[in-house]
């Protein structure tokens, strides 16, 4: 009768179990952290210039600053553009706009009322200057204005283009019709106005607009004269540092 061998005694080695991370994976892992966590900090602490708000508000907003809202569409981030100072002649006010009232329009209104110029005007817009001109040179295409140019004020370069038109009172009018027109001033219309745009810091411009008083088409000012306007104007904007 045949005899069983016996079962072997020996030790079975149990395989390892490898971690689930090398040890050059968990260091590529630190190393990411790391870079993450500076990159977090940089955020936390960047600072772009915008101006500090409280309830929605600019308190330290000086009245003469030109400020843009330079945030997406619908946000609110402000950035200081420049500041205006005075342009001999004129009177300077601060007029808020209707969409925003932490932004303004300043007005300069000549001292003589005999003056050719109506007022001068300074805004702001969130883009630069040469796309800025060309925006508002569509949008008032109807009144065919003058090609898109650009020129120097001092130090300065800016672009511009001007228009004149006139808006002619209807002939057809009655007499009475006529006489509470011209009472109501509702008389033949002369405009002519030159728009200038100097870029600034934030991917932003501030635009100089001079519109003249013209009581006839004989009244309207040549383009060099526009320009002398404006340069005392472009004069008058210290603009911030970029």
Not at 127 to 137: G, I, L
């Amino acid at each position: 009768m045949s005899r069983k061998s016996a079962k072997s005694k020996g030790y079975r080695k149990a395989a390892a179990k490898k971690p689930y991370l090398s040890g050059r994976d968990i260091k590529l892992l630190c190393v990411i952290v790391a870079i993450l966590a500076v990159c977090v900090a940089l955020l936390v602490n960047y600072d772009d210039g915008a101006l500090k708000m409280k309830d929605g508000k600019l308190p330290d907003a000086g009245e003469n600053w030109l400020i843009v809202n330079g945030a997406a569409s619908g946000g609110k981030r402000y950035y200081k553009l420049g500041e205006a100072g005075e342009i001999e002649g004129f009177t300077r006010a601060a007029e808020p706009l209707v969409s925003d009232d932490n932004l303004f329009t300043l007005r300069y209104t000549p001292k003589d009322e005999n003056s050719p110029i109506q007022s001068i005007a300074l805004g702001t817009t969130a883009a630069k200057a040469d796309r800025t001109a060309e925006y508002y040179h569509n949008l008032i295409a109807s009144l065919a204005p003058g090609d898109i140019q650009t020129a120097k004020a001092g130090d300065t370069d800016y672009t511009y283009f001007t228009y004149q038109t006139t808006f002619f009172a209807d002939e057809d009018l009655t007499a009475e019709d006529a006489e509470k027109a011209e009472a109501a001033e509702n008389t033949d219309r002369y405009e002519q106005a030159l728009h200038a745009y100097v870029d600034a810091p934030h991917n932003a411009s501030i635009g100089i607009t001079v519109v003249t008083n013209a009581k006839s088409e004989e009244d309207f000012l040549t383009d060099e004269q526009l320009m002398d306007y404006a340069a005392k104007a472009i004069e008058a904007i210290q603009v911030a540092a970029k």
